[in-house]
């Protein structure tokens, strides 16, 4: 039987891990912008860290635990450092890049499902707050960088309906009273949902272009001077 203790140290390294691919993401992200090593150090943190500070504002339940707990500034700043020190390309990174992607989507998912139900929030904010931690810390990085940020994109595949998807997993094990299957359902839904998607383009649809008639002349065209 899973004690409460080991629980959350379970989602304490969940919660590194993601922190600590992200942030290297973020690097990756600097280099290519060309940027100095502040500006890796600030990606990584944005990217790394930037979705658990929105929900720990959100939940209003103390300090943000990035800001409390040393280890989680210092993990960013190391894989900042990883993707300053290291040239992170190549047909090796292109296989490794979407797995470690998809699992950090689908921990911070559940990391975040699983600390708004903690603070006594219901369901519907519990999934919310899960997709915002997992998508968060890169839709402010995408913004500091004045670009769409990548969720939005219509060319990009299942992404934030993973993370809901892992959310929404950790609600119901939740509620079943199985909080530890529920980080494990929701891990492997979120990041195995996100690869496949990625592997059989699987998207959102797009928007069809459809406008409503324009009132005052024949036909929905616009009325004509007398």
């Excluded at 299942?158 to 359902?185: D, K, N, Q, R």
Aim: charged letters at 15%.
């Amino acid at each position: 039987m899973v004690t409460g203790t080991s629980l959350d140290m379970m989602i304490r390294v969940i919660d590194l891990v993601g922190v600590l691919a992200n942030a290297v993401l973020g690097g990756i992200v600097a280099r290519r912008e060309r940027l100095d090593p502040v500006g890796f150090v600030t990606l990584a943190i944005l990217s790394g860290l930037g979705g658990g500070i929105i929900r720990d504002v959100l939940i209003q339940h103390g300090t943000p635990v990035a800001l409390t707990d040393y280890s989680y500034i210092v993990t960013a700043v190391v894989g900042a450092g990883i993707a300053y020190l290291l040239r992170i390309e190549g047909r090796l990174w292109n296989r490794i890049f979407p797995i470690a992607d998809a699992i950090a989507l689908g921990c911070w998912a559940v990391v975040g499902a699983q600390k708004a139900l903690a603070a006594g929030l219901g369901w519907l904010p519990a999934i919310l707050l899960g997709g915002i931690t997992a998508v968060g810390g890169g839709t402010v990085r995408d913004v500091v960088l004045r670009r769409v940020p990548v969720i939005f994109s219509a060319d990009s595949t299942l992404y934030a309906t993973s993370a809901v998807v892992a959310g929404s997993a950790m609600v119901i094990f939740h509620e079943l009273g199985l909080p530890t299957v529920g980080v494990i359902v929701g891990m492997v839904l979120g990041a195995g949902l996100t690869m496949l998607a990625r592997h059989l383009n699987w998207r959102l649809p797009h928007s069809t272009g459809w406008r409503p008639r324009r009132f005052g002349g024949p036909g929905g065209a616009p009325p004509t001077e007398p």
